[in-house]
């Protein structure tokens, strides 16, 4: 990986995503494999007067807690971080795992109880994303690891994954301005309209957008991004879907993954692969069975599955739904401590409906068309 392909993805993110300025506490989350990456970004937002602080885990840390810590170990949360999510400007996660599947053996009880202690963050996080107070990015360092998840040498991978963030692009934070422009004419049809329906080979869904929002997704909380998404009204989903693409939490991997909803809620669940562990999840509590959003992926730069949820919810000609928690600033009310996207395909013989007009088939938007 060139310097300065590393040089130019942290200047997006300081720039375009976290938008830092002089006093700004920026929170650096990551592993000690993503140090190149996390080494720019503390120079760059030195640069711009803020003040970058680092929160760094070895490759072994989340096991060695999942596998030897006692409940109340499992409970806890460090009060550093809840500070910082609470308090500070800004936060910068780049995930950067050297073993994706290094929890695979870990009781599902246990990934579960985790998560409910880290809900406390995601509240926060989402709180004050939506207040405008707190300017969170995630991001993704290219590993050996995800390279073999994806089917690619890491050179490849590394590739992959600057190409779909348009590292090199003369001028890369243009692009994420023009993709704003398109999207929003998107969103500007879309507003004030109410009753949507998914229809084709893996889904038949029907659910409601009145009086929601929809997030113009241009690189402001994901890097790489492409994505326009709501919260659908909690109580209006009704129908079936199947996941195309594995389902993947906590790197436990749910191959397809089959929900049938009434009155939104998942009323019946099943998966080809680890099906306890989904149905394990839907109990989390009592938001879990609940949408939380619903959107559509338009980045066409990401044209495979590579077992990354931020690359594989923005593929180009697919939509996408989290179970769990929503984004207050869509208007959603849907409160979880989980928030688990699961994608499907559109390419190819499927149509979405918006109040009886066709707004998108076979993978494109056609409202203006």
């Known amino acids: 990986m060139a310097d300065l392909r590393i040089q130019r993805m942290a200047k997006i993110l300081v720039e375009h995503s976290a938008r830092v300025k002089p006093g700004d506490r920026i929170l650096l989350e990551g592993t000690t494999a993503a140090i190149p990456l996390i080494r720019e970004l503390y120079q760059q937002i030195l640069e711009k007067g803020g003040h970058p602080l680092v929160d760094l885990s070895f490759p072994e840390q989340d096991y060695l807690l999942h596998r030897y810590g006692k409940d109340e170990q ?28 290094a929890l695979n053996g870990i009781p599902t009880e246990r990934l579960q109880r985790r998560q409910k202690a880290m809900g406390t963050i995601t509240e926060i996080q989402m709180r004050r994303g939506a207040e405008g107070t707190f300017k969170w990015v995630t991001t993704l360092f290219p590993t050996e690891a995800y390279a073999q998840d994806a089917g690619m040498s890491l050179s490849e991978y590394a590739d992959f994954v600057f190409r779909a963030c348009h590292v090199e692009d003369e001028d890369p934070i243009a692009y994420w301005r023009n993709l704003q422009a398109r999207q929003q004419k998107a969103i500007d049809w879309l507003m004030g309209k109410s009753q949507v329906i998914l229809r084709g080979p893996n889904v038949d869904l029907t659910l409601s957008i009145r009086g929601r929002r929809f997030v113009n997704s241009v690189g402001v909380y994901n890097m790489p991004d492409g994505e326009i998404y709501t919260g659908p009204v909690e109580d209006s989903v009704n129908g079936w879907v199947r996941f195309t693409y594995p389902a993947i939490y906590n790197n436990v991997v749910v191959e397809g993954a089959e929900l049938v909803f009434s009155n939104g809620r998942v009323t019946q669940a099943r998966a080809e692969k680890n099906q306890d562990f989904l149905l394990r999840m839907l109990e ?10 619903f959107a559509i992926g338009t980045n066409f730069e990401i044209n495979r599955f590579t077992g990354q949820i931020l690359f594989d919810e923005k593929i180009g000609g697919s939509f996408h739904m989290a179970l769990g928690a929503g984004y207050p600033e869509t208007g959603s009310r849907n409160k979880s401590a989980i928030h688990w996207d699961m994608i499907c395909d559109m390419r190819t013989d499927s149509e979405i409906l918006v109040d009886g007009e066709l707004f998108y088939k076979n993978g494109e938007f056609v409202f203006d068309k």
Do not use: K, M, W
């Open 74 to 101: 499992l409970d806890f949360v460090s009060p550093f971080r809840i500070l910082a999510y609470d308090q500070f400007e800004g936060r910068i996660r780049i995930h950067s795992s050297t073993n994706t599947r």
């Open 284 to 293: 989390v509590d009592s938001g879990a069975r609940y949408l939380g959003e």
